[in-house]
């Protein structure tokens, strides 16, 4: 913490050394496309913490202009955009008349951050930082890979137009070939495209072209060598004012869609050695996000561009306590009277609804849990990007309902659309002083998040209790209702997790308030280390898990499991009593995998 607060003492007192460019419609993605659309967010939210970027450093783009645009693609290829299944090609899925529009908005948006990008640097001799872009597929006449526009070539023309003349070197570090790029300067000796990929995408010929195809299965040795060994020579003989960098993070190990096998390591050695090598030539640098799949790759652009601000390492955190920390930041900025408001304006109005409510004799609820009204509730449901998230799963237009007279707990649904067909979320919960003696805390009852549009596959099969696959947004879903608990002054969080696969991966942040069950729950995940979470669920839930001094079968009891934000209730899951209760429970308890769970 003190070494935080110094560095933000420190970077504060001096002028920065990097613009960040982005927009919040950057979270704007399209369902289908394996980028995350929090990933700028998240890269945003872990720099702010640790006090390294300020407000005025964060630059909000304007969509590409047609003109700059034309620069670079063809009349032809714009107007095919106008018809759905020229996207469909270029995006790998059905793109609908209503989301043409918006697929375009949001590569215009990215490219326009480019652009602006590159005014930075030029103007402010600064490290500029595009927290999107890096559509490096599309050349003059199509698109292809998710790539519409190629941003990286319409901000260089644009320079050129504006009397820019020094040499640009675009270094392409996405697991992919630059092969748009590569294309569009293929007669330009001003420009030289250097990439190393796993295979080449097109021909490969260009006056100032370096173009490196590794196969796949690469690891850091090859990858590092690679680089140390091409890119100097380019970098001393070329002589660049400008440098683009197209840090992909595709390259990854753990990536979702990709074949090599750096480690984040290696990531970082690399994005080392490329700024340190624009530094020494004292070319001006501009980065663009490039290629990244999953939700952990953000974790790989954030470990560098804290480096580039800070001048050493500082660990990201893993995505839960990243989304905690996001989501106290929207928090901390929403005015409370918002929350309670009926109209979202604030103020004291009552409604019809909230006068019944205080009449005597007729008891009434008005507030969700008491405190948030339903304008409160979808306000901070948008701004936390739950919303939005739904929307890019393909959901529209999705519909909040709460029921605030249900006899089990207030609930809460989201519904896909107007006419509430599709059950997307249902949340039924209320505040409890008789859950854990001596606290109030947030008692979840239920919880069902569902995606009734997805179909179960052979490498996808039901998690217990599932009927169609989930949403892929529990912890944001967790996340909303800390701060939630938080906001009420409560002492925590308790649920009891119907299936074993709920409670492990909750388990980290959580304790169960029974020893026993808390020492049971750690034994299963010793016997089950070994196991993905799918199998090793259903085998808790089919009894293949079983003591060894009876064989009898591990019985999953939905034990209360608590995430305490107080000492109150901290000291029921914590601390050295605690933990001898664990030991002594753990004792005597032995258990063993029977038969094996299927893979």
Known sequence: MLRRQWRRLRYAARPPAVRFIYDPAYERNIWGVPLDPLRADRILAFLANEGLVRREEISAPQPAALKNILLVHAPGYLDALQRPETLTGILGREVSDS????????????????????????????AAVNLGGGFHHAGRLRGMGFCVFNDLAVAIARLRQRGFTERVLVVDLDLHDGNGTR???????????????????????????????????????????????????????????????????????????????????????????????????????????????????????????AWLLAGSAIEPPDNEELTLMRFRQIKATLDPVRLTSTTGHGGWELTEDDLVGILPGVPRHTRFLEYFSKVGIELILERF????????????????????????????????????????????????????????????EWLLLQNPREQFTGSRAPLPGQQHPGLGMLREIFGWLVVVSETLALDGIVFRPSHYHVAALFHRYTRFLDPAAEALMRALERVLAETPLEPASQAVEEGHVVHVATGEPVRWEGWTLALAATDRLRARTEGDAYEDAVRAATRDLRLALGEEPRQ
């Open 99 to 126: 989301e043409l529009d918006q697929v375009l908005d949001l590569q215009r948006l990215m490219v326009g951050g480019t652009i602006q990008a590159t005014r930075w640097a030029l103007a402010a001799r600064c």
């Open 183 to 305: 294309e569009i300067f293929a007669g330009d000796p001003t420009v030289h495209t250097f990439s190393v990929h796993n295979d080449h995408w097109g021909d490969t010929e260009a006056v100032a072209s370096t173009s490196i195809a590794l196969g796949g299965g690469v690891g850091d040795e090859l990858y590092l060598g690679t680089l140390l060994k091409a890119l100097p020579p380019v970098v001393e003989s070329f002589r660049p004012g400008l440098v683009l960098y197209l840090a992909g993070c595709d390259v990854a190990s753990d990536d979702a869609i990709g074949n090599w096998k750096i480690t984040a390591e290696g990531i970082f050695a690399r994005d080392r050695f490329v700024v340190d090598l624009v530094r020494g030539q004292g070319a001006r640098l501009v980065v663009v996000l490039g290629g990244g799949y999953g939700d952990a790759a953000w974790r790989y652009s954030a470990r560098f561009l």
């Open 385 to 444: 990007g739950i919303l939005q998230q739904l929307r890019a799963r393909g959901f529209k237009a999705p519909v909040v309902h709460l029921e605030l007279e249900h006899p089990l707990g207030q609930t809460l649904k989201i519904f896909g659309s107007a006419d509430r067909r599709e059950l997307l979320v249902e949340l039924r919960v209320h505040r409890s002083t008789r859950a854990v003696v001596g606290c109030e805390v947030l008692e979840i």
